[in-house]
C-alpha cells in the first residue's frame, strides 16, 4: 500500500496538476495565452520549475539530509520562486488578464502556504493547496470533465496522504481553502 500511496501522491504533486490544467486551459480557451511562448512560460515557472525541486533536494547542500522536511521547504521555496518568475515575466509581455489571474493564484496560494507553515508553524498541505486551485481554476474556465477528473485523483491524495501520515484532514482542508477562497478573492477583483 506504501507503494500506491507514493505514486498518487506523485501524480498529485502541485507542479504536475499545475502543468494539467495549463495544458488543458492552453488547448480549451486559446485566447487565454496569445502565443506558444506565452503558455510555454507559464508551463515552465508554474509546473517545471517546481517540480525540479524534487531530484535536485538529495544534491542541495543545505536540504539534502533533512528528509521530508528539507524536500518540502525546498520544494515550496522552488514553487514560490517559479511563481515570482511568472510574475516579472508576465510584467514584460502582452500577458492575458487570465494569465495574470493563474500567476497570482499561485503565488498568493504559494506565498500563504509558506508563511503559515514556516512563519506561524501552522502546518498547512501544500498538497492540498495545489489539489484544490487547479481544479476550481478549471471550473473557472469551463472545463468541466478536466475538473472531475482532477477532483478525483484529489479524493485519492488526501486519503494517501492521511494513509500515509503525511497530513491530517484539517492540514488538507486548510491547504486547499487557502487556493480556493483566493481564488475567489481574485476573481472577484478581476
Request: hydrophobic share 55%; with cysteine; net charge positive.
Amino acid at each position: 500500500m506504501e507503494k500506491i500511496y507514493k505514486i498518487v501522491r506523485i501524480l498529485t504533486l502541485a507542479p504536475v496538476l499545475a502543468g494539467f490544467s495549463i495544458l488543458c486551459i492552453a488547448l480549451a480557451c486559446p485566447d487565454v495565452f496569445p502565443t506558444v511562448w506565452h503558455f510555454a512560460y507559464m508551463l515552465f515557472f508554474l509546473g517545471i520549475m517546481p517540480l525540479a525541486a524534487y531530484p535536485l533536494q538529495p544534491v542541495t547542500p543545505h536540504f539534502k539530509n533533512k528528509g521530508r522536511d528539507g524536500q518540502r521547504t525546498l520544494a515550496m521555496l522552488f514553487a514560490v520562486a517559479g511563481y515570482i518568475f511568472c510574475l516579472i515575466t508576465n510584467l514584460f509581455t502582452s500577458a492575458t488578464g487570465d494569465m495574470w489571474l493563474i500567476c497570482l493564484e499561485y503565488f498568493l496560494s504559494g506565498l500563504l502556504i509558506l508563511i503559515f507553515n514556516k512563519g506561524f508553524h501552522i502546518k498547512l498541505s501544500a498538497h492540498g493547496c495545489g489539489s484544490a486551485g487547479p481544479i476550481f481554476l478549471l471550473l473557472y474556465f469551463g472545463l468541466y470533465i478536466p475538473a472531475a477528473l482532477m477532483a478525483c485523483l484529489t479524493v485519492f491524495a488526501y486519503w494517501a496522504s492521511v494513509k500515509a501520515k503525511h497530513h491530517t484532514v484539517p492540514q488538507l482542508l486548510g491547504g486547499s481553502a487557502v487556493s480556493v477562497v483566493l481564488l475567489f478573492c481574485l476573481v472577484f477583483l478581476f
